[in-house]
């Protein structure tokens, strides 16, 4: 099978998808001309013009709520916001509105909408522009949350995504924008709440979200060969909704659970994660629960700075050494 960068297969899936269905149209900061902040969205403007591929004013705001009035005309908005961010602009119109839309109106309304983003961190962006805030967004019901570390998998969840009713929002992750993995021609969807063992085991679970499914991965080879550990890396692929039967599944067999993510350790992902395992599994665990995540401050600038702030392979190894004493 080809391989193409994860980049690609997003670019791929977009053109695809408005080659399938005139509805479909894109909007955001500078995504036309310029082909995207990360060239995400590069050749679109020619192939599809500027009615279909629309360069927006510098409001989150406006893109968001532009969106949310287009999708309750019928029409399919693919939004970008540049950096994950900046996302606290558009809180309103996404959460309050476009999440709530279908309760409001007792079912008749949906809003059919893409909110793409992308987090920057371990790309020296700052700490207004490399933040990975996901579980903002696990108490925003109504909408779902995509958090695609494969090119495989970036296609197939927005191809899906592209058939939800309601609003998804698309995390992408910056660090991953030119890894390469296979990815069949043609069109195919990645499930929503269904998440993928990317590598079996036997002694411990890492569930792992976005940029730190390849770092598990690297820890899982690392440690079957330097210590007879075997590690089952667990990739969730979508937050909300989440597939806790694998997780939980997976921790019942290996006893041990690392929760391996990008965003701070204080009320993210890992703890809603964590929490579920001790309701559904705790008789199970051999050993207490482990989140490897980033620290609670912001995101450093300085390059040496940033990289000792992130999570990484060898934290993740050495988190998990500890639990086989």
Avoid at 184 to 204: C, L, S
Avoid at 209 to 236: F, N
Wanted: hydrophobic content about 45%; charged content about 25%.
């Amino acid at each position: 099978m080809r391989e193409i960068t994860y980049l690609e297969a997003i670019n791929e899936a977009l053109r695809e998808a408005m080659e399938r269905e005139k509805k479909v149209f894109l909007m955001g900061e500078q995504i036309g001309a310029y082909g995207g902040a990360f060239k995400v969205t590069s050749g679109l403007l020619q192939k599809f013009g500027p009615e279909r591929v629309m360069d927006t004013p510098i409001s989150e705001a406006a893109i968001v709520g532009a969106a949310v009035g287009a999708s309750l005309l019928g029409l399919k908005p693919v939004a970008e916001i540049m950096y994950m961010d900046f996302m606290p602009l558009s809180m309103d119109q996404l959460v309050t509105h476009a999440a709530k839309l279908h309760y409001f109106s007792g079912g008749q309304l949906e809003a059919g909408m893409i909110l793409r983003t992308q987090y920057s961190l371990g790309r020296a962006h700052g700490a207004q522009h490399s933040g990975f805030l996901p579980a903002w967004f696990l108490q925003a019901p109504g909408l779902k949350v995509a958090v695609p570390s494969t090119p495989y998998d970036a296609k197939g969840l927005l191809n899906a995504a592209l058939k939800e009713r309601g609003p998804v929002l698309f995390v992408e992750g910056a660090m991953l924008y030119k890894s390469k993995g296979e990815v069949p021609e043609g069109y195919y969807e990645v499930p929503f709440g269904q998440a993928e063992v990317k590598r079996g085991g036997k002694d411990i679970t890492v569930v792992a979200i976005s940029r730190m499914v390849p770092e598990a991965l690297a820890t899982a080879e690392s440690l079957a060969s330097s210590k007879g550990i075997e590690v089952e890396v667990v990739d969730p692929r979508t937050i909300q909704p989440l597939d806790k039967k694998t997780i939980v599944d997976s921790v019942k067999k290996t006893g041990r659970l690392v929760v391996a993510s990008d965003d701070m350790k204080t009320g993210g992902v890992g703890a809603e994660i964590g929490a579920t395992v001790f309701e559904e599994a705790i008789d199970y665990l051999k050993a207490p629960l482990v989140r490897v995540c980033s620290p609670d401050i912001p995101v450093p600038f300085a390059p040496p700075l940033e990289r000792e702030y992130m999570p990484n392979a060898q934290k993740l190894e050495q988190a998990i050494e500890k639990l086989f004493p």
